[in-house]
């Protein structure tokens, strides 16, 4: 029986819908989202790209992902903090990536904020990591009602307000929970894909900074 939001793959095996059956976007479901992640570089380059995909597709954006990391250095955010008005008006020249001057302004400032918070925590990813929800805030069912009813959590609302505290910006709570499903910090792959009972153990054998 088929389910929502769920299509069968040529070889056979079940996988969540929203890949559309674009090779690159599959590889994409496959191989990265929702697999732990602690690298604090990564991290930092999920999270100012969910911010340039506000208002847009998140394919637009992966397929633009070379050349955003080209654009800011590799997401090194010790080296984007020393960006300066030069940079900024180079990254809006350049028809590669997202041309928003106020998102580029953004991981910059992100990037400086991103020191401070490595600077107090030892990490980016033990202060993110520290924001995964336990089983008890989790949906016993994670089906595709399920995950469009719950465009943001109330852990996403919670880290969405520390990080404004600590001055970053485009870090909203729809924002910050796409960054979580596609870091790890939650398993949103529905029933019936593969990749859910995959998911499901790495996070069990993953070492939490």
């Known amino acids: ?18 890949h559309g059956g674009l ?11 929702g697999r732990p992640v602690t690298d604090d570089f990564r991290l930092f380059e999920k999270i ?4 340039f995909q506000s208002g847009l597709s998140w394919l637009t954006i992966l397929r633009k992902r070379e ?7 590799g997401f090194d955010f010790e080296k984007v903090a ?25 991981t910059i400032n992100n990037a400086r904020r991103a020191i401070a918070l490595r600077d107090e925590f030892g990490s980016l990813a033990k202060f993110f990591w520290s924001f995964e929800p336990g089983a008890h805030e989790r949906p016993g069912v994670m089906d595709l009602e399920t995950l469009r009813a719950n465009p943001t959590t109330p852990v996403s ?19 910050v929970y796409a960054f979580m499903q596609a870091m790890g910090m939650v398993n949103d ?4 894909c593969f990749c859910q009972g995959e998911v499901d ?3 069990l054998n993953f070492r939490r900074p």
Not at 1 to 18: F, L, Q, S, T
Request: charged content about 30%; glycine content about 12%.
């Open 67 to 73: 050349n955003f990391r080209a654009a800011f250095a």
């Open 82 to 106: 020393q960006f300066g008005e030069e940079d900024i008006a180079r990254c809006v020249a350049d028809a590669g990536i997202i041309r928003h001057r106020g998102k580029i302004v953004s």
């Open 201 to 203: 153990t790495l996070r």
């Open 23 to 33: 090779e690159d976007y599959r590889h994409y479901h496959d191989a990265e989202w």
């Open 1 to 18: 029986m088929e389910k929502p939001g769920i299509i069968i793959g040529e070889d056979g095996r079940g996988r969540c819908a929203w």
């Open 157 to 175: 609302v919670k880290l969405s307000k520390d990080l404004k505290k600590r001055g970053w910006t485009f870090v909203g709570p729809t924002t």
């Open 48 to 51: 100012c790209l969910e911010g």
């Open 189 to 192: 792959h529905l029933d019936g």
